[in-house]
């Protein structure tokens, strides 16, 4: 079988000190590590990683082999989304209309264009254990023309790898836009402050409807409809409940960040009901309470917007949302925007069909 870990300590004991190179007898390390950084910007200081199932003969359903994606990432998080708008736009029943219905559903949300454009600048792959390598394209929110140099860099020698890996993944962040992908790669390099000195992270996920209802509070009288018991999804799946599911994991490996300098998390429901009506916030997303960023600022939660009155007998369910009294001693940030309607769309599809 293939080595699980990468073997960097033995590269600690066979690395050569390169001794005839200018580049490290002349230059102190502090100047080395200013000329990694700028390669690492060179390369896109924003990166989308993705992991996929490798099937071979070292596979197993118990231990898969897991194979990296890397492609920098062109999108602005804050920028607006301009999906639903396009989409309104397209003249019905035109492949541009389906384009964009593709777009709204997509499971890359904000970062649609990232997955648009991926394809002729897939930079590298590599199996589970071996360091994540950050890119070899070039440029920032426009699509990459020439090699950053920066894979060449990691590849020049065993000293050079070693020192430029710490610059790569703390300038680095590294954007996540689904639930298996953000839970491996937190549990395979989130732990080791050292090696890999994660300081930058962006979730931008789309669950299915099934986590939502994993937190939804039991059914009360006087209430109205609140919802299915919590347990409602568990007996669906057994196994699965509040404390235990990929969302849940994936906030304990964040809470386990030792570095952590910068997060945002923006969320989403593949749910054709509102957001507000199937979607109890304050148990949701409860633990991330314990994810720890210095600064408030640069914890940022994206969620959907709030209409006044919700809820099916039009209760304002205050208690269930991140707002007002809610938000005294979390540790983040909120930020509310638009959301695509799932259920506008899901008829367009339909009548698209018909």
Request: contains cysteine.
């Amino acid at each position: 079988m293939a080595p699980q870990n990468p073997p960097t300590s033995a590269f600690h004991q066979t690395a050569a000190p390169q001794l005839s190179s200018p580049f490290f007898t002349l230059l102190p390390v502090e100047i080395r590590t200013l000329v990694y950084i700028e390669f690492c910007n060179l390369s896109s200081p924003r990166k989308h990683v993705t992991a996929e199932i490798v099937q071979g003969l070292e596979s197993s359903p118990t231990n898969p082999t897991v194979a990296w994606t890397h492609v920098p990432c062109i999108v602005d998080p804050r920028a607006s989304n301009i999906r639903s708008d396009m989409l309104h736009d397209a003249t019905p029943g035109s492949p541009e209309q389906a384009d964009w219905e593709t777009r709204l559903m997509s499971d890359w949300c904000l970062h649609w264009a990232c997955e648009a454009q991926q394809a002729p600048w897939w930079v590298s792959s590599c199996a589970e254990g071996a360091p994540v390598t950050v890119g070899a394209a070039a440029g920032i929110r426009d699509r990459p023309s020439r090699a950053s140099g920066l894979l060449d860099v990691l590849r020049t020698c065993k000293r050079m790898y070693l020192e430029c890996r710490p610059a790569l993944y703390s300038n680095t962040t590294f954007v996540l836009t689904d639930m298996a992908s953000a839970e491996r790669f937190l549990s395979r390099y989130g732990s080791d402050l050292e090696r890999y000195p994660l300081r930058s992270l962006e979730l931008c996920v789309r669950v299915t409807n099934i986590i939502p209802e994993l937190y939804y509070p039991p059914l009360t009288e006087g209430h109205g409809d609140e919802g299915p018991p919590a347990i409602f999804a568990g007996e669906a799946r057994p196994g699965l409940d509040m404390n235990n599911n990929p969302w849940q994991r994936v906030c304990d490996l964040l809470a386990e960040l030792p570095g952590l300098r910068e997060l945002r998390i923006w969320f989403d429901s593949q749910d054709l009901r509102p957001w507000h009506k199937r979607v109890s916030e304050t148990r949701f997303f409860a633990r991330l309470l314990n994810v720890r960023v210095p600064d408030k600022s640069r914890f940022v939660l994206a969620l959907p917007h709030l209409p006044a009155r919700r809820g099916p007998d039009h209760t304002i369910l205050g208690a269930h949302f991140l707002e007002a009294d809610n938000l005294a001693n979390v540790p983040f940030t909120v930020e509310r925007g638009p959301r695509i309607n799932n259920w506008d769309v899901h008829l367009a599809r339909i009548n698209r069909v018909d």
